[in-house]
């Protein structure tokens, strides 16, 4: 079973810069998470979609943050225009409920703004 | 609002150690609880859950934690740990009346060969 893939795996840009991560679950997983992870701090939820719609995105800096889940599969977050502060991890995750929530995640893109 | 608090930021253990990292949640409703572990390079994985039933559970290269529900408490324990061991490790809490499953900030295990 192929796993949640990210891309891209590093990103470098100033700030004032807009930038995009893409994400592809795992397959038939419904749920998708966004979490951004800030060094030293454990994943903090950006947004959460069920299918298509959004579930949560109660934490989401909606001013400066968008996200997308096309079609219920592929998902893309957006940052535009960035901070300093968003330097951080950006987790994909992806959920079957029938397994039980538990959330399989992708290996990250860190970003780096400065 | 809900928390969930890792005591431990640091843990340096020899191998052959016994471990213990505790986790404590604020929330006063039934949850399901995980432990995730993150090894060095690696993906975030599941090490283990609780949702209902043994407050014991029982999880991957001999971990277990235990759920006490008066304490608001899941506690990751290994009786002898070894240098593959070494990783981050994150308690994270889901309540069943929403959607939103909360993080600790993990702690760091570094275990000396």
């Known amino acids: 079973e192929a796993g949640v893939a990210q891309s891209p795996r590093y990103k470098i840009i100033e700030k004032r810069q807009s930038v995009a991560f893409w994400c592809n679950p795992i397959?038939?997983?419904?749920?998708l998470y966004w979490y951004q992870q800030i060094l030293g701090q454990g994943p903090k939820l950006l947004i959460q979609f069920q299918n298509n719609g959004v579930v949560d995105d109660s934490q989401l800096p909606k001013d400066r943050f968008s996200a997308e889940r096309l079609k219920g599969v592929d998902s893309t977050l957006k940052i535009q225009p960035a901070k300093l502060e968003d330097s951080a991890v950006y987790l994909c995750?992806?959920?079957?409920?029938?397994?039980?929530?538990?959330?399989?995640f992708g290996p990250g893109t860190r970003l780096t703004v400065t | 609002a809900q928390s969930v608090s890792q005591h431990n930021h640091h843990v340096i253990l020899s191998e052959a150690a016994s471990l213990e990292l505790g986790c404590n949640y604020s929330?006063?409703?039934?949850?399901?609880l995980f432990w995730y572990v993150q090894y060095p390079g690696q993906h975030l994985q599941l090490l283990l859950k609780?949702?209902?039933?043994?407050?014991l559970v029982k999880g991957i290269k001999g971990f277990e934690a235990e759920f006490i529900k008066s304490k608001f408490s899941f506690n990751l324990r290994k009786p002898s740990v070894q240098w593959s061991d070494t990783a981050e490790y994150f308690c994270?809490?889901?309540?069943?009346?929403?959607?939103?499953?909360?993080f600790g900030a993990g702690t760091r295990l570094f275990v000396k060969a």
């Open positions: 995750a992806s959920t079957l409920e029938a397994s039980g929530y538990e959330q399989y």
């Open positions: 609780y949702f209902s039933g043994d407050p």
């Open positions: 994270a809490v889901r309540n069943t009346g929403g959607f939103k499953t909360i």
């Open positions: 397959s038939g997983h419904a749920t």
């Open positions: 929330y006063g409703g039934t949850v399901n």
